[in-house]
């Protein structure tokens, strides 16, 4: 992963090593993190959480302002999906999984890290993917909400509708002959 620069979080880059097409609400993946042991021992004192977050990928923000990448991360609208917060930990790596939520819309997505000090504040951040977010990719599709039950459900009831509404106008209709 990537962070501010410089590599503070290590990511394994095998797990997403191809293009994936992940289904909303079905599939799930595995998330893992840790700190880069190049760095000098300490440099984590001020971690104390991680936030997880779910990222669109710049050919799923173009032409929608409200996905708009920022450098201010007060104002970044880049990762607007909360994946997890697990507290930060000293051990080489931290894994966990998680399945795809079924209100995510279609789009192609990554994985960020977000290092929270004591404080709430961002710290550092690594991410899955290189600086111009194009490796390391996958797309969610989402649920269409429609399946062969649901069909055949409203297939059944606009049927039901249509022999009500003939009954009644056909009752209608002798009532007012016998009148």
Same mark, same amino acid.
């Given at each position: 992963?990537?962070? /501010? !620069?410089a590599d503070l979080l290590t990511y394994d880059e095998h797990v997403i090593a191809c293009f994936l097409v992940l289904g909303a609400g079905e599939?799930?993946?595995t998330v893992s993190w840790g700190l880069n042991r190049s760095?000098?021992? !300490?440099?984590?004192e001020a971690y104390k959480e991680v936030e997880v977050r779910l990222c669109y990928a710049p050919a799923s923000q173009a032409d929608r302002g409200w996905r708009k990448t920022d450098d201010d991360l007060s104002k970044d609208?880049?990762?607007?999906f909360g994946v997890a917060v697990r507290p930060y930990t000293t051990t080489n790596s931290t894994s966990f999984e998680y399945e795809l939520s079924r209100e995510?819309?279609?789009?192609? /997505?990554f994985i960020r890290a977000y290092v929270l000090d004591f404080d709430g504040k961002v710290v550092a951040y !690594?991410?899955?993917?290189?600086?111009?977010k194009a490796a390391d990719l996958f797309e969610?599709?989402?649920i269409s909400g429609r399946s062969l039950s649901l069909d055949i459900?409203? !297939?059944?009831?606009s049927t039901f509708s249509v022999l009500l509404l003939l009954l009644f106008f056909v009752a209608d209709r002798r009532k007012k002959a016998k009148e």
């Open positions: 992963m990537r962070a /501010y !620069g599939d799930k993946i760095l000098p021992a !300490g440099a984590d609208k880049t990762c607007q995510l819309p279609t789009a192609t /997505y !690594g991410q899955t993917t290189d600086d111009r969610v599709v989402e459900a409203a !297939g059944c009831f």
